[in-house]
């Protein structure tokens, strides 16, 4: 690549893919990781057919469709290419950039001769969809998702390397007949036009739940499959983006200035523990932003390969307030926290809070504290909650290794003044976490559980569930609204016995 298609390696050269300054010991890892698979391929290490899902803007066209095409062909490795993208005319276009290098580039044709006159009339074929090499050797030609495959041949060798290229778009992927007619092609079409030493290699970006990439991924046993997310490990600082989300998404003019202050003012500690695929390329806030502006949805679709399965998404709409409804109305605010020890790496402690209406039992969830932290900082947190709303009921799970820090807040908040023996409860589940959560789902609809929008963590892992890699907060919340309906009973009960 940096040899033949860079403005370092091949200064001057017509439509270079790798431009002035980056050289090839300035690579980026991700950008090795591929070429590496692609020799796999090459000298027969890899004899697997091979999918990978790769964030938008990576560059994969670049080094699949424009740089591994010409490498094949140059190097006389296949007899018949056949590249495949969404429709014929954006094929043609991947394969006009080897058809052009092939013609222009004076290094490349120094080193591996002729292989495409200038003129095209004095080529056997030589147009926007194929193109054969002087010599007869190599066919190479321009396929569209759908299209017939079946009876290709170039003299009598069928096609021996298939690079497929982001087949799919919103356009034919938003019905289910469309998503199982282009797995139908796939299975019936497409693949059977191979020749049986041949291989393909399909490249993408998963843009919806069992589209044909996520189903090759998923389900293809004859396919050796990998994801590319554009971040690979995430900030420690959860709760630094989240100040940082809700200044970014205030309705100011100078938001985005703000949010960039606050950024810069803590970026050590936002960028702690954080690696992106690409970070030449997509910085972590490059990222976030992009987060924030496409939708947490398509952005774990387009960027990190992990499509939302709508039919297993189970909240899907939720009741907002504002602190201004809150006005005027007499509440009980009832708390609970979920504590992370014992737990995954990477989960969450959380404190959940609820203001529970007196009158009509509805539930406000006016504070969630989700972050990782030692046990220590946790303690300081559930003592300043409690003590700044003064929970009429606290619930704290106090499973296994948990009871002991359910019994350490307990006393540290009796020092503190607040009547633990009798408000706080701690709670040793009997039922799976998922029937828990899933069982708030009616109190949601009906909007007796009502969310601030600018809790986007908390309402991501809701949205995303059972999907999302982490549902400590709806965990919590499941157990804030146990409690506020077991206390609201006791103070129910216990005011008719006094009448």
């Keep these: ?102 013609k222009f580039n004076e290094k490349l044709r120094d080193d591996f001769g002729e292989l495409l006159h200038v003129h095209k009339s004095k080529n056997i074929v030589d147009n926007n969809v194929e193109f054969i090499t002087v010599d007869g050797h190599t066919k190479v030609e321009a396929k569209g998702i759908g299209t017939q495959m079946r009876g290709l041949r170039h003299g009598n060798t069928r096609p021996d390397l ?71 490990e995430w900030s420690k600082r959860e709760d630094l983006w989240t100040k940082w989300r809700e200044i970014y998404r205030s309705d100011e003019e100078d938001a985005g200035a703000k949010a960039e202050e606050f950024y810069r003012d803590n970026e050590a500690e936002m960028l702690d523990g954080t690696r992106t695929l690409w970070p030449e390329m997509f910085s972590y806030l490059d990222l976030m932003k992009l987060r924030e502006e496409n939708g947490v949805k398509a952005f774990n679709q387009e960027y990190l390969g992990n499509p939302t399965d709508e039919e297993r998404q189970i909240f899907k709409e939720f009741e907002y307030f504002v602190e201004s409804d809150l006005d005027g109305k007499d509440f009980d605010f009832i708390g609970a926290i979920d504590f992370a020890m014992g737990k995954e790496k990477g989960d969450y402690s959380v404190i959940a809070t609820l203001a529970r209406n007196k009158s009509t039992g509805i539930c406000y969830l006016v504070d969630i504290f989700m972050e990782r932290v030692h046990p220590d900082v946790l303690m300081k947190e559930a003592v300043k909650h409690t003590l700044k709303y003064q929970y009429h009921a606290l619930a704290v799970e106090a499973q296994m ?99």
């Design 401 to 499: 290794a948990q009871e002991w820090f359910a019994d350490k807040l307990r006393d540290e908040l009796t020092k503190h003044g607040y009547p633990a023996y009798t408000r706080l409860k701690q709670i040793k589940q009997r039922t799976r976490k998922s029937l828990r959560i899933e069982a708030l789902l009616p109190d949601i609809q009906s909007g007796r559980i009502r969310f601030q929008r600018h809790h986007r963590a908390l309402l991501e892992q809701f949205e995303m569930y059972p999907m999302h890699r982490h549902d400590d907060g709806p965990d919590a919340v499941s157990m804030a609204f146990n409690a506020a309906k077991d206390s609201n009973a006791v103070v129910r009960s216990i005011a008719k016995r006094t009448r």
């Design 1 to 102: 690549m940096h040899e033949y298609f860079s403005e370092e390696g091949n200064p001057g050269n017509p439509d270079n893919l790798i431009p002035a300054g980056v050289t090839i010991d300035k690579s980026a890892d991700f950008h090795r990781t591929l070429c590496s698979l692609l020799d796999e391929i090459t000298t027969g290490e890899q004899r697997t057919n091979v999918a990978w899902s790769v964030g938008r803007g990576h560059a994969k066209t670049a080094y699949l469709s424009n740089g591994y095409l010409c490498h094949q062909v140059v190097y006389r490795l296949r007899r018949y290419i056949v590249e495949v993208s969404e429709t014929t005319d954006v094929a043609g276009d991947f394969i006009s950039w080897t058809r052009n290098q092939l």
């Design 162 to 232: 298939f690079l497929l290229d982001d087949l799919e778009s919103k356009s034919n992927t938003n019905t289910p007949e469309l998503l199982e007619k282009s797995k139908q092609w796939f299975r019936e079409e497409m693949l059977p036009a191979l020749s049986r030493q041949g291989i393909a290699v399909y490249m993408g970006t998963i843009v919806c739940f069992d589209s044909l990439l996520d189903y090759v991924i998923k389900s293809r046993r004859d396919f050796v499959s990998k994801k590319f997310p554009a971040i690979l």
